[in-house]
């Protein structure tokens, strides 16, 4: 019989991990001469971004920044890079290297960790899609206690998402420096719910005693 229906409601929630890093090298050099303080600088940064694309960091995932400046008698050079990964265990390797190397002449700020708009897109879209499917599911165990089966889907609708935790703008208050690694990106861990409303047709089973 026509407008037989289900109606059911089904939630999910997910959560997703940062996609990508931040660190910030800062190094500077104070000399007598202007020279001796740009090659102090130059030969720190070479050396950084070399490493970096020996272990595979692409060169746009890698900004310089530099600053000269005459201080009373002397010359100053500062410089900051800022390097971008989306391998956290390679992350870990420039970084171990590059202290072992350069020591305390160089300044390596904690990672901070964060997502790509792309990364909360595809969260959106998943935590929908297992909304839908608990949906679906529960409506297909409400048709089986009747004896029925779960006919084609007459409405799917979103009814409420929700998001939180997790770091999309890359200018965030910094975490406090005793947070440990899987701390910090426990604490970029971005989390979305989503709730559904859906309408199913109901499939009557045939009567075994109408075929005899």
Not at 7 to 11: K, L, N, Q
Not at 63 to 74: G, I, P, R
Not at 119 to 123: R, V, W
């Given at each position: 019989?026509?407008g037989r229906?289900v ?5 999910a929630?997910?959560?997703?991990r ?5 660190v910030?090298?800062?190094l500077g050099?104070?000399?007598e ?11 720190r ?8 694309r020996q ?5 746009e ?20 890079v ?9 992350m870990?390797n ?6 072992e190397?350069?020591?305390?002449s ?11 708009p792309e ?5 959106r879209?998943?935590?929908?899609v297992a ?18 089966s779960?006919g084609?889907?007459?409405l ?11 770091h999309?703008d ?19 861990t ?9 309408v199913?047709?109901i ?10």
């Open positions: 019989p026509a229906e109606h059911v409601s089904g939630s929630e997910l959560s997703a940062p996609d990508r890093a931040r910030s090298l800062r050099s104070r000399k001469a202007a020279g001796a303080a740009r090659s102090s600088v130059s030969r940064l070479h050396y950084i971004a070399h490493s970096a272990r595979g960091v692409p060169e995932n890698m900004t310089v920044t530099e600053d000269f400046s005459k201080v009373e008698n002397t010359y100053q050079m500062q410089a900051e800022c390097i971008v990964f989306s391998d956290f265990g390679k870990q420039v970084c171990n290297l590059l202290i190397k350069l020591g305390t160089v300044t390596i700020s904690p990672p901070h960790f964060y997502h790509t990364a909360i897109e595809t969260l879209r998943q935590v929908c909304a839908v499917g608990n949906t679906r599911q529960k409506a297909q165990e409400v048709c089986r206690i009747f004896g029925h779960l084609r889907p007459l799917i609708k979103e009814e409420e998402t929700k998001e939180w935790g997790g999309i890359n200018y965030l208050p910094r975490c406090p420096d005793s947070l440990t690694l899987q701390e910090r990106i426990q604490s970029a971005a989390y979305a719910s989503s709730r559904v409303f859906a199913f047709e499939k009557g089973k045939e009567n075994r005693r109408s075929k005899l």
